[in-house]
């Protein structure tokens, strides 16, 4: 599968949205209740800035190096860019004020460098806590049974720079549709249990979990936002040029 031209992306994203919001409606939701972030990674500030004129709610970088590139290129057009990568706490400095949401806090460590980024920076950082749902050595992230004592710690502090608005999964890879439908609702399980905590924290709370092969299940369990690339973009060319897409 090449990258996509302007034309199959905007084909592409309607059939995604069509499919979110049969698959929200089936599960008695608001269609209006789940965003798409547009995984970026890899993509050029050309084909992000065309793609941004598209029903897409936001944006998500991977890297560092590009969520600085595209957002200081203005590839985003006015819309929010999220991180959603491995964020090293050397590179903090670098996403904060230009990631409006930091998905991917996968440690108490990480969160309380952000917390004191940001406190010198004097703004507010938006984070969700990454979790480990299905407990891969592979991947970083919260144990399930540790959120909630994450989510206390963090309220008890005195002052705060940090804002957590909710929870992110990145399940195990699914073989087959409806693999992962038990990860799903164990993170549904967590965010319903955490959000009485979260509102004293926030009053717009998110649960990012869903991807190119899987979104349609995530959405079922109740995920208000999935993360959605390779199906809108097409494959990634890790160093190939970029496509015309006028």
Known sequence: MAE????EMREAVEAIREKMAAAAREAGRDPAEVQLCAACKTRTADTVAAS???????????????????????????KPSHFIGHLQTNKIKKVLGRA????????????????KEAAKAGIVQDVLLEVNIGGEDSKSGFRPEEVESAIKAFLARPERH???????????????KGENMPYFLEMRH???????????????????????????????????????GTAIFGARHYGAPAENLS
């Open 4 to 7: 996509k031209n302007l034309e």
């Open 52 to 78: 941004a004129a598209l029903a897409i709610d936001v944006f998500g970088e991977n890297h560092v190096q590009e969520l600085c590139a595209n957002y200081d290129a203005g590839a985003y057009c006015g």
């Open 100 to 115: 409006s949401l930091i998905q991917s806090v996968d440690s108490e460590h990480l969160l309380a460098a952000i917390e």
């Open 162 to 176: 940090v804002r957590i608005q909710g929870l992110m999964a990145i399940p195990p890879i699914a073989e087959k």
């Open 190 to 228: 967590l965010f319903v249990d955490s959000t009485p905590l979260l509102l004293h924290n926030s009053d717009e709370l998110y649960l990012s979990m869903g991807m190119s092969s899987d979104f349609e299940d995530a959405i079922a369990a109740g995920s208000t936002m999935v993360r959605v």
